[in-house]
Nanobody, 119 residues
Framework: VQLQASGGGLVQPGGSLRLSCAAS????????MAWYRQAPGMQRELVAR???????NYADSVKGRFTISKDNVNKMMYLQMSSLKFEDTAVYYC??????????????WGQGTLVTVSS
């Protein structure tokens, strides 16, 4: 199983970025998929999650600014980020969760991609 995150970079406040996560070895249509982030000196936190039914959940801090989506056919997940703020600066990780009720065990993490919001 491999999750490969990409798309991070340096962006000015108010700008936009789209993160991508390429998955291999898992069926993204069956698992909950999520983006987490970790800022320097802080704990990793959930940013957004999308379940197998396509239902989305967001951290309050990003609601209305970020959109999570996935492409089940191509095994991709995305995070469209807009109106970026200084406090969005972090390493962003993609995550594939488990669904024990259907025998899908194990949680997987990508390597992270750095987003820096700076003027």
């Amino acid at each position: 199983v491999q999750l490969q995150a990409s798309g991070g970079g340096l962006v000015q406040p108010g700008g936009s970025l789209r993160l991508s996560c390429a998955a291999s070895g898992i069926n993204v249509s069956l698992r909950p998929m999520a983006w987490y982030r970790q800022a320097p000196g802080m704990q990793r936190e959930l940013v957004a999650r999308i379940n197998s039914g396509g239902n989305e959940n967001y951290a309050d801090s990003v609601k209305g600014r970020f959109t999570i989506s996935k492409d089940n056919v191509n095994k991709m997940m995305y995070l469209q980020m807009s109106s970026l703020k200084f406090e969005d600066t972090a390493v962003y990780y993609c995550n594939a969760g488990e669904r024990r009720e259907i025998g899908l065990r194990g949680t997987y993490w990508g390597q992270g991609t750095l987003v820096t919001v700076s003027s």
